[in-house]
């Protein structure tokens, strides 16, 4: 090999050294958090004070997945239901109506289109905690704080969804599609319902997931509008349990445990749905 060429080499090499690090480093930073609350789910009380994470013995998983469900009458299950309710019938619902919207913006022509259209763009950078107060004067004046609808309703309308939804639709729906639909006798409801909807499948699952992740870990706005343990998600009553560990021990292995089982619906719904999700992120690149 030449001077020249062992010299490009080198270099090259080197590049592909340090990104090989990069993200090494990252898989690190995201897998070890979760290799430990793997660990210490499977460990009692005792060894999580001690520091004995790595110890074959001392296996506790079974006692500490049924005392998770024992805990105060098995709130944590109750929790679950709850949270299941807000995050998947909330992202399937938010989603089909982000999607609407951004289909409206991309077929439709109306006044003020674009003017709307940047505000949407402009409430995707409000952060959600700014949102929470004037949302629970709201539901404080409509006599809906501590009840179901004070965390469904808000997360049902995303911004960013209705931008995806947009994106989806210039990718996914051509024009010539809809107008030969028209020309068949088709309805704007028929034609959305029928043909649109079908093409935006991958774009739909897209935002779902989007929508399902961002609820499902959603704390702040049900801290702000429940004081129902009853009716509290994952989140939020993990937390209340934290808080109850420094005077009550016997929380810690129920919290990491149900920490663990908070990590599996989003891990079974990206599994399960990552066909149409990684379709979907290829939205309009080949148009």
Sequence with gaps: MSATGSTLLRPRLLGRATVNAVVGLSVLYTLLPVLWLVLAATKSRDALFGSDLLSPGDFSFGQNLTDLFAMDGGQYGRWYVNSLLYAVLGAAVGALVSVACGYAFDKYRFRHKEKLFGLVLAAVMVPQTVLALPLYLMASEAGLVNT??????????????????????QGYVPDEVLEAARIDGAGELTLYARVALRMLGPGLVTVFLFQLTAIWNNFFLPMVMLSDQDLYPVSLGLYAWNSSASVSPEYYPVVIMGSLLAVVPLILAFALLQRFWRSGLTAGAVK
């Excluded at 209705?162 to 639709?169: N, T």
């Design 148 to 169: 179901f609808w004070a965390v469904f309703i808000p997360v049902l309308f995303n911004p960013f969804g209705v931008y995806l939804g947009r994106i989806f639709s």
